[in-house]
């Protein structure tokens, strides 16, 4: 069926709540659906017990969702932005990501926190931000970031699924996309990339809105004759290096795009572990794309020239290709 | 739960706490890293615990090792988490300020303060769902009514009426700082129970000293929480007998429990003299000595028996393993 990623988001939290009773929604206007409508609806199915709005305390109901589900509840909390998730840091990373380990395995968190980043909406610096880095630093925690409809409805399923916090990084801007998604979602595997165009000449391993960008990168350097491979790695948290390194030793170049800024940015980590990992397999240093170190301006001119996109990606390619020792 | 089994428990708990103490100076280098005493509290700790009924559950801060006590989890496992053994209620993973027993109710704790307030909370949330009338108690100090987390969790817990009584153990320090430098309702001279007319739900300060008007007054809040009418914040005033915490110093340097702040930080001899004077273990057994709901023998025999079961915590930690090193990557996901 044709859909978009927002309906398929929703129509997986649907699913979920209607499988197992213990799935409940809360965050601030959820009933409503929230300023992307991704909720929209489930109330009326599921009732205020567990589609519940809450008051504007971004640590109380991340703490409130941990204490649910450390009771046998597995919520879904929604942070309406993820440039909110400063307030919930806390309760996420101190109790959250730890409860299983300092209990010496008594305790454990099933709870998923949904988010959303991502500029190119003219918010500004407090609603635009790309902060999954951070949670990849919190051993406890895995981290999602799906680009696609089909896999942010498989691996909210999964994640849901999961005996551990989960945090699922959506992107504001794919929302309204529409994508081809099977009428039945099987849930995604926490951990796995997906190889979403094969190529011989360049890897490049891109997240979020970002592999949308590399995509249409790839079909113009095509049509040059560049053939590159794009890998959505889909969990940053636990990442599936095997299938970049796999595609490194094919296309021996290396490509990372992300909208985050570059600075401690999730492709640091990516061209560390393969650098490291797949160093015989390179012909250059990786390259990578991502934001300026500065925050997000609002003004439509400036923030278009701030935002990394395909053309960022396809210089990247080139420079790579260009760098190759002969 | 009869007064004397309250004062078996509260022995216990001082027992046990005096055991963590001596642990400095009778077997150094045992303990490192941060441990918080329960000592002058246990008369609250008791008589609120004792208000649970199975299914109920508590969560606390790090002065968390007199919950799990009165709750009947095992003093030696206990004692050898604080030891860091293998053999430790957690395994060694969490230490004196993250004990946990959920089979026993006790969900865990938070080192930062007030944290575990949002936590508890959530618990009530389930237990609400679960709609068989479970309550649960969440503990926490003074101090920890100036975070965040303690307002938005009393605004939610009142606005969705949930089964939670909030106990703020006020020992007037908030780590080594009087409270009515840094409490604006103590600062005004008003108990800090007044937080709770903000969120529109009742307010009490009791006396933690007494474990049966604590029990009294947190059992009240607690049938309330069962009837589904909502939480209460009972401030319940106790004195910390011992320092914040133990000294902080580099490997190899011993450890020790400094004085209390009173005297090292206030110069305030007769306030902590006043305290000891005060103890409510060697109160509450007079008056039940007095009151012949206990003979002396009796009570004497409660505390040789405490005596007995901390030696042999402190022996069966000693005695424990440590755990092995490449068990420390367990548990950090299922």
């Given at each position: 069926m044709r859909t978009t990623y927002a309906k398929a988001v929703g129509r997986a939290l649907a699913e979920a709540m209607r499988a197992d009773e213990r799935v409940l929604v809360i965050g601030e206007d959820v009933s409503a659906g929230g300023p992307f409508t991704i909720t929209s609806g489930l109330v009326e199915e599921f009732g205020?017990?567990?589609?519940?709005?809450?008051?504007?305390?971004?640590?109380?109901?991340?703490?409130?969702?941990?204490?649910?589900?450390?009771?046998?509840?597995?919520?879904?909390?929604?942070?309406?932005?993820?440039?909110?998730?400063?307030?919930?840091?806390?309760?996420?990373?101190?109790?959250?990501?730890?409860?299983?380990?300092?209990?010496?395995?008594?305790?454990?968190?099933?709870?998923?926190?949904?988010?959303?980043?991502?500029?190119?909406?003219?918010?500004?610096?407090?609603?635009?931000?790309?902060?999954?880095?951070?949670?990849?630093?919190?051993?406890?925690?895995?981290?999602?970031?799906?680009?696609?409809?089909?896999?942010?409805?498989?691996?909210?399923?999964?994640?849901?699924?999961?005996?551990?916090?989960?945090?699922?990084?959506?992107?504001?801007?794919?929302?309204?996309?529409?994508?081809?998604?099977?009428?039945?979602?099987?849930?995604?595997?926490?951990?796995?990339?997906?190889?979403?165009?094969?190529?011989?000449?360049?890897?490049?391993?891109?997240?979020?809105?970002?592999?949308?960008?590399?995509?249409?990168?790839?079909?113009?350097?095509?049509?040059?004759?560049?053939?590159?491979?794009?890998i959505d790695p889909r969990t940053l948290v636990p990442l599936d290096l095997d299938t970049i390194t796999d595609s490194v030793a094919r296309t021996n170049h290396l490509v990372v795009a992300h909208e985050a800024v570059g600075a401690g940015g999730f492709g640091a980590e990516v061209a560390a572990a393969a650098g490291h990992a797949a160093f015989d397999d390179l012909d250059a240093p990786v390259e990578r794309v991502a934001a300026p170190f500065q925050p997000i301006p609002v003004s439509p001119g400036l923030e278009d020239a701030y935002l990394p996109g395909a053309a960022d990606v396809r210089a990247a390619v080139l420079a790579v290709l260009n760098r190759s020792a002969p | 739960m009869k007064p004397a089994e309250m004062f078996r428990h509260m022995t216990r708990i001082r027992e046990f706490e005096e055991r963590v103490k001596r642990t400095f100076t009778d077997h150094p280098g045992v303990i490192r890293g941060h441990t918080h005493l329960a000592d002058g509290a246990e008369a609250s700790i008791v008589g609120s615990v004792a208000t649970m009924r199975p299914g109920d559950q508590l969560v606390s801060t790090y002065r968390c090792h007199g919950y799990p006590i009165a709750l009947g989890s095992d003093t030696s496992a206990l004692m050898a988490e604080i030891y860091g053994r293998a053999t430790g209620i957690c395994g060694g993973y969490g230490g004196s300020m993250h004990l946990a027993d959920p089979e026993r109710g006790f969900l865990g704790t938070s080192g930062i303060v007030g944290q575990n307030i949002p936590q508890g909370t959530g618990a009530a949330y389930a237990a609400q769902l679960r709609g068989r009338g479970d309550v649960v108690l969440t503990f926490f100090g003074d101090g920890a009514s100036k975070q965040g987390a303690f307002h938005e969790s009393l605004n939610i817990a009142a606005v969705w009426?949930?089964?939670?009584?909030?106990?703020?153990?006020?020992?007037?320090?908030?780590?080594?700082?009087?409270t009515d430098l840094e409490d604006a309702n103590a600062a005004a001279g008003e108990p800090l129970a007044t937080k709770a007319r903000a969120y529109s739900i009742p307010g009490v300060t009791v006396d933690g000293g007494d474990p049966l008007l604590v029990h009294e007054t947190v059992g009240a809040a607690?049938?309330?929480?069962?009837?589904?009418?909502?939480?209460?914040?009972?401030?319940?005033?106790?004195?910390?007998?011992?320092?914040?915490?133990?000294?902080?110093?580099?490997?190899?340097?011993?450890?020790?429990?400094?004085?209390?702040?009173?005297?090292?930080?206030?110069?305030?001899?007769?306030?902590?003299?006043?305290?000891?004077?005060?103890?409510?273990?060697?109160?509450?057994?007079?008056?039940?000595?007095?009151?012949g709901a206990l003979t002396a023998d009796e009570a004497d025999r409660i505390a040789g028996e405490a005596r007995t079961e901390m030696q042999a915590a402190v022996d069966f930690a000693l005695a424990s393993p440590h755990p092995e090193p490449a068990a420390a990557l367990s548990h950090v996901y299922a």
């Open positions: 205020v017990d567990r589609v519940r709005d809450t008051p504007i305390s971004e640590a109380a109901i991340t703490g409130i969702a941990t204490g649910a589900a450390q009771s046998g509840l597995r919520p879904v909390l929604e942070i309406m932005y993820i440039d909110f998730l400063t307030l919930a840091l806390d309760q996420l990373v101190n109790t959250a990501a730890k409860a299983r380990f300092m209990s010496g395995g008594q305790l454990s968190v099933p709870m998923v926190l949904r988010t959303q980043g991502g500029a190119g909406q003219r918010a500004g610096a407090q609603h635009s931000q790309s902060l999954e880095s951070w949670l990849c630093h919190v051993p406890g925690l895995k981290v999602v970031m799906p680009s696609r409809a089909v896999d942010a409805a498989g691996l909210l399923a999964g994640a849901i699924a999961d005996p551990d916090p989960v945090v699922v990084v959506e992107n504001k801007t794919l929302y309204f996309r529409t994508e081809e998604v099977p009428d039945a979602v099987a849930p995604a595997p926490i951990g796995r990339a997906a190889v979403l165009r094969p190529g011989r000449d360049v890897t490049v391993v891109a997240l979020s809105r970002m592999v949308h960008e590399a995509l249409a990168a790839a079909d113009e350097l095509a049509r040059e004759g560049i053939e590159v491979e794009v | 009426k949930l089964p939670v009584v909030f106990v703020m153990e006020n020992n007037s320090y908030s780590a080594g700082v009087r607690v049938e309330r929480a069962r009837a589904g009418e909502g939480p209460t914040l009972v401030e319940s005033r106790v004195y910390r007998l011992s320092a914040h915490g133990n000294s902080i110093a580099p490997p190899g340097v011993p450890l020790h429990y400094p004085e209390h702040e009173a005297v090292t930080k206030y110069g305030d001899v007769e306030e902590y003299e006043a305290a000891k004077r005060g103890d409510p273990v060697p109160r509450f057994r007079a008056r039940l000595v007095e009151s």
